[in-house]
């Protein structure tokens, strides 16, 4: 091999002895060093503190006041202590939305995500995979359409008057966004959010290594006792997981507003669309924030339940 | 084939037929009305007519609402890959004090921070800031409320590059910031693409934040659709159909690319 | 080119671990200089420290008279060829190969040029439009080198070169590499875990232990006189037999045998001293009938290496291994005795490993 060229020039430090002792010298794989991390960082971290941190902070203090949208107590909110939360826990409405919230969780999460998630994920192994191809994109095209588009899918859909449904089950005038507010809610929610534990359940079931099946099967096991004995105990901590998560985002979901707004009468009030009629065509952004603190709370227990269960599951 | 074995084949066609029935009955409406010379709110086959779209292009508020929400998607994307991108190296190669705390703080306040519940002091922030009814304003809300969990999904990505492809290009001589941009950020380009097409599919279909925050400005599709209405009162099936199509093929459009270039890899709640 | 000049060289961790414990090397001008040790011994660590991706806790590295000490990984003119080669995947080998030298800020054209000229050289010539991962394991390893070679560094560094590569691709490439290193004169550093490279390829070598150095040497020289009890269980490809035994006057006895006590350790043992008999399977020999100065056994398992076997005698609790030649194998249960070569037997101190007299035997002389 001809190796004519000479080493290239020698860079400037080079020709003597290094006199002072370089800076701190990088120790991490790039030699990005301290300094230079911490201005990578500091862009993304101002923005979440300012959006995302502050408002949350920012919850506390509004909790406490009289803080109005119009009139006196915009200009000179008083700080009244912890009225807005007694206030709160005494409210008929608020109680009542509460309680909607947990229908809301327990039936569209719970029980309609999770449970037809995981007999999708089970079920389509078994089929052809056009079949497969062709259910999976329906419910991944009920979880990527845009919430408004969605919504209005559902009002057509339960229309009273000229409702798809009520073509097909031959009950003409059936008003069901106003006779099943909450149950209309619940099953559209189901609806919308199965795609996400369908893939979760895919990728865990995906992960059983197929020697346990299989020794199962030959020991003359049953489909039934094959999902008993050896895939529920695999797909556990996923079951565990998908709750927290699904939970967490139907407990924060806006969409039931987009349907029904909260109505008749309250009946499909969820807590956000409780908060945001209160806070925002109501005015009471301090009644609003007290609320609004709860339910961050709320979230609070559900993330670290979730995150304790993560750590675990990693140790 | 036993007799057993059948039945149990047959349940399970039904089971599955039901549940697509279930899946598809009301994107069907989706697929028809906007075709209809006289839409219902009832799913029927259509008597083919094109005229519901040119009504959407006649309107003064459809296109510029996609424009907005153009506007919207574009600049949030921008902003969280860059600073996510940024953010997601430095912690993923340099132990800053505190590091594990932080992203762990992330975690915890882009699950427990959510629109719903920090719609009451984000609205208020915005007001005594001067950002309501500024589209500025909703991107940055956007941004800061998905940047942890971009952060979070980017620093797998990073912790996947092996360490050996930045210390070849520093034994080479090259610098920290040549190494970014010469080796890293090809190198991660999935996980950028993963972001920006979750950051734009999340924004596309947002309607809390602008619904807050906007009141006289523009406002993007995801709210203007609740606005058509026929000089009668009544809801415009005909142009909210059809502008629910044009709204919704982006993002399904989206989904298909993504799934056909990097498979549909499996993020925990890459969606919300 | 250059010699690479160690002092006192010391990296600690946070938490006192001492990965590199203070050592004094002198690497050649043009030397290929193997680092060989169990993993966790702080090879790794020492390359690092001398390509300048570990910043050293204390001490001074010379490359070429130049303290680079302190200096940048890229200020000291070096290249590295990492154990997964580091090929950045989106790049074409060309890109590669030419990526340090856009980095030295050399033309485009130039570097094109030098890039397919190296390329050549190592045999790459068509494959300079594929990515890293269109390439075997092999062709992945000449472009790793032909990244090194073309920007002409003073120093090479290797991290286990060899290691990714299948068993038969490694011998092949273990001869290529010594090649390559011998026409280009490059003083190289390399490291690894699998003793029988580190005898193959290189000039010189040095057994590291827990961040120290245990014995710098030529292969000839550590293969034949291990400096100590680790050393000597660590090189060949059978283990030595060590023994414990007691010095008595003018010999040693081991394993119930009175054998003669080397001439080399003569002035430095005691009588009655406890020592470790050591004697590589391959210098001892077998025979069915009893022999002077023979250790008696059982013949317990025969092990077939290919040319020969590898038989166990059960000496008591013992077990003495030696080899016999292909076709020599005696039956399993009978009785043999192992008979060392004099000249190649040596002594350890019980106490700490090292070797008893430790200046080199006259008759082991290198040729």
């Known amino acids: 091999m001809a190796l004519t060229a000479s080493p290239p020039a020698e860079p400037a430090e080079a020709a003597g002895v290094t006199k002072s002792p370089a800076p701190q010298a990088a120790t991490d794989a790039a030699g990005l060093g301290r300094a230079r991390a911490s201005v990578f960082v500091a862009p993304a971290l101002a923005l979440i503190a300012a959006f995302l941190v502050f408002p949350a902070l920012w919850t506390l203090y509004l909790g406490i006041t009289n803080y109005r949208l119009t009139g006196v107590a915009a200009l000179r909110p008083r700080v009244v202590g912890l009225d807005n939360y007694a206030r709160a826990l005494g409210d008929p409405e608020f109680l009542n939305s509460l309680w909607l919230t947990l229908l809301f969780v327990i039936g569209s999460a719970v029980i309609g995500q999770c449970v037809l998630g995981f007999v999708l994920a089970w079920t389509l192994r078994a089929v052809p995979r056009t079949v497969r191809t062709v259910v999976e994109l329906l419910v991944m095209l009920a979880w990527i359409l845009p919430s408004s588009v969605v919504a209005f899918l559902w009002i057509a859909l339960l229309d009273r008057d000229g409702g798809t449904l009520n073509v097909l089950l031959n009950t003409p005038g059936m008003a069901w966004l106003i006779e099943y507010p909450m149950l209309s809610v619940i099953i559209f929610n189901a609806w919308r959010g199965t795609a996400f534990s369908m893939l979760l359940f895919s990728a865990a079931l995906n992960g059983i290594p197929p020697s346990q099946l299989e020794t199962a099967r030959m020991v003359g096991a049953s489909g039934w006792q094959q999902l008993r004995d050896v895939v529920l105990p695999h797909v556990r901590g996923h079951i565990l997981t998908n709750l927290l998560l699904i939970s967490l985002w139907t407990f924060n979901d806006f969409s039931p507003f987009l349907i029904t707004a909260g109505g008749p009468n309250g009946r499909s009030e969820t807590l956000p669309v409780f908060v945001y009629n209160t806070a925002i065509p109501g005015g009471q952004l301090g009644f609003g924030s007290a609320v609004s603190l709860l339910m961050l709370l709320i979230n609070l227990v559900l993330a670290v339940v979730y995150l304790r269960l993560l750590k675990q599951r990693r140790a | 084939m036993s007799p057993k074995e059948l039945v149990g084949r047959v349940g399970l066609y039904v089971l599955i037929s039901l549940i697509t029935v279930f899946m598809a009955l009301p994107v069907l409406w989706l697929l028809f009305a906007p075709f209809d010379a006289s839409p219902t709110l009832s799913t029927s086959l259509p008597d083919w007519t094109g005229r519901n779209f040119g009504e959407l292009l006649r309107n003064p508020d459809a296109l510029p609402s996609i424009g907005i929400s153009l506007v919207h998607a574009l600049g949030t994307m921008a902003l969280v890959t860059s600073f996510g991108a940024l953010a997601a190296y430095a912690l993923s190669r340099v132990k800053i004090p505190g590091r594990d705390g932080l992203l762990y703080a992330l975690l915890l306040l882009s699950s427990i921070i959510t629109g719903t519940a920090a719609m009451v002091p984000i609205f208020t922030l915005m007001t005594q800031i001067g950002l309501v009814d500024t589209q500025l304003g909703v991107v940055l809300v956007l941004t800061g409320g998905m940047l942890p969990t971009a952060i979070f999904i980017l620093k797998d990505f990073m912790d996947g590059i092996p360490r050996s492809y930045e210390e070849s290009a520093r034994v080479f001589g090259a610098s920290p910031l040549q190494i970014l941009r010469d080796v890293v950020l090809p190198v991660v380009r999935p996980g950028l693409a993963t972001i920006a097409v979750w950051t734009v599919v999340q924004v596309w279909g947002n309607f809390l934040t602008p619904f807050i925050l906007l009141r006289q400005a523009e406002r993007p599709a995801a709210v203007v659709v609740y606005t058509f209405y026929t000089e009668g009162g009544q809801a415009d099936l005909g142009l909210i159909s059809a502008f629910s199509l044009l709204y919704s093929i982006p993002v399904v459009a989206m989904y298909v690319f993504v799934n056909r270039r990097y498979g549909f890899r499996f993020h925990g709640g890459i969606k919300r | ?367």
């Not at chain 3, 010699?3 to 590199?20: M, S, T, W």
């Not at chain 3, 390559?180 to 390399?190: P, S």
């Not at chain 3, 101190?349 to 430790?358: A, K, P, Y």
């Not at chain 3, 035997?361 to 290198?366: G, H, T």
Request: hydrophobic share 40%; aromatic share 6%; with cysteine.
């Open chain 3, 1 to 367: 080119m250059a010699d690479i000049v160690l002092e006192q060289l010391v990296k600690e961790y946070p938490g006192g671990v001492r990965a590199v414990d203070g050592l004094d090397v002198t690497i050649e001008d043009g030397e290929f200089f193997a680092l060989l040790g169990p993993s966790g011994c702080g090879k790794t660590t020492l390359l690092r420290s001398i390509a300048g991706l570990e910043t050293v806790s204390g001490g001074s590295i010379r490359i070429g008279g130049r303290d680079v000490t302190r200096l940048a990984p890229g200020a000291r003119d070096i290249a590295m060829v990492f154990q997964d080669y580091a090929l950045f995947p989106h790049m074409t080998v060309r890109d590669n190969i030419a990526y340090p030298l856009k980095i030295k800020k050399v033309g485009k054209q130039e570097r094109a040029e030098k890039a397919e000229e190296t390329a050549e050289g190592l045999s790459l010539g068509g494959l300079l439009e594929r990515r890293p991962g269109q390439l075997s394991g092999g062709q992945q390893q000449r472009a790793a080198l032909a990244r090194a070679v073309a920007c002409h560094p003073q120093v090479f560094l290797f991290d286990e070169p060899l290691s990714n590569l299948d068993a038969r691709l490694r011998l092949e490439a273990r001869t290529f590499l010594k090649r390559l290193q011998r026409d280009l004169g490059v003083t190289t550093v390399f490291v690894t875990h699998d003793q029988a490279e580190a005898l193959a390829m290189s000039d010189r070598m040095a057994v590291m232990e827990a961040g120290r150095i245990r014995q710098i040497g030529t292969p000839r020289e550590v293969f034949q006189r291990p400096a100590s009890t680790f050393v000597a269980g660590f090189i060949g490809s059978t283990p030595m037999n060590l023994l414990d035994a007691t010095i008595d006057r003018d010999t040693v006895r081991v394993a119930g045998t009175s054998v003669p006590l080397p001439e080399s350790a003569r002035a430095h043992v005691r009588d009655g001293e406890e020592v470790v008999y050591a004697a590589r399977p391959e210098y001892m020999t077998f025979s069915t009938e009893a022999a002077d100065a023979g250790i008696e056994g059982t013949v317990a398992i025969i092990e077939n290496m290919g040319v020969g076997s590898l038989v166990s005698l059960e000496v008591g609790a013992t077990i003495v291994q030696v080899t016999v030649p292909e076709g020599q194998e005696p039956p399993i249960g009978s009785r043999g005795w192992a008979v060392a070569a004099p000249q190649r037997v040596l002594v350890y101190r019980r106490d700490d490993g090292e070797l008893v007299g430790s200046e080199r035997a006259p008759a082991l002389a290198e040729a």
